[in-house]
């Protein structure tokens, strides 16, 4: 498709459970953000990848939370042992490249990450 | 830590009055941008703004960057109702290249 793709787009799980969120962005764009939303605010960031490797990842709240982007497209966030506060939306972005002419970020729909 | 404070947070008017959204941040900014969300997608850029005291118009809505990068604001003069949304401010440097979200501000246009 011609935009960001993330999947799943509902998640429900229990606490203590492991989850895997996957983006899939545009083609061709080697900067790709993830955030977490919660309802009404502005959205929170995780962490930043520039290629394959995490540029900033000063936004993951403990080690729980894993990203990884092995071949510099298809990002998958990581979430171990889900509390009920990782509870929100979670978005990814990505950018042609994240540099002074190319800094639009295009984003998913998010995945709507419930933990019960 | 960057932090993007808008406001209002919240703000309801009637259909045709006039209305300003503010970003304020205690960092200088490479660029500024503003998105605009609704329910259940993902923000959608409206406008970016680079150098300092820019002014750019689109349709209605008229968006400054401040003299010193660190403030924005976003004026919406004769509002409709397709203007309702989920505002968000976000700032970008080209050192460290992470977009970095306002608080928001959520804006209802009453017919």
């Known amino acids: 498709g011609a935009g960001v793709s993330q999947t799943p787009s509902n998640k429900v799980t229990e606490k203590g459970k492991y989850v895997e969120l996957r983006c899939d962005p545009i083609s061709g764009h080697t900067a790709l953000y993830w955030y977490r939303q919660s309802l009404g605010q502005g959205p929170e960031f995780l962490i930043y990848?520039?290629?394959?490797?995490?540029?900033?990842d000063s936004g993951l709240p403990n080690d729980r939370f894993f990203a990884v982007r092995p071949e510099g497209s298809v990002s998958t966030l990581k979430i171990q042992r889900t509390e009920r506060g990782d509870s929100a939306v979670y978005l990814c972005?990505?950018?042609?490249?994240?540099?002074?002419?190319?800094?639009?970020?295009?984003f998913g729909q998010g995945t709507r990450l419930t933990v019960v | 830590t960057q932090l993007l404070e808008q406001s209002p947070q919240f703000l309801s008017i009637q259909e045709g009055e006039n209305l300003t959204v503010y970003c304020n941040s205690s960092s200088v900014f490479s660029s500024l941008q503003w998105y605009r969300q609704e329910p259940g997608e993902g923000p959608v850029l409206l406008v970016t703004?680079?150098?300092?005291?820019e002014v750019k118009k689109l349709k209605r809505l008229t968006f400054q960057f401040g003299d010193a990068r660190k403030d924005s604001s976003l004026h919406i003069t004769a509002a409709q109702p397709g203007d309702t949304g989920l505002y968000l401010c976000?700032?970008?440097?080209?050192?460290?290249?992470?977009?970095?979200f306002g608080t928001g501000t959520r804006l209802t246009i009453i017919p």
């Open positions: 703004v680079v150098t300092g005291g």
């Open positions: 990848f520039q290629g394959t490797g995490a540029a900033d």
């Open positions: 972005a990505s950018s042609l490249r994240a540099d002074r002419l190319n800094t639009e970020a295009f």
């Open positions: 976000a700032g970008f440097n080209f050192g460290n290249e992470k977009l970095t």
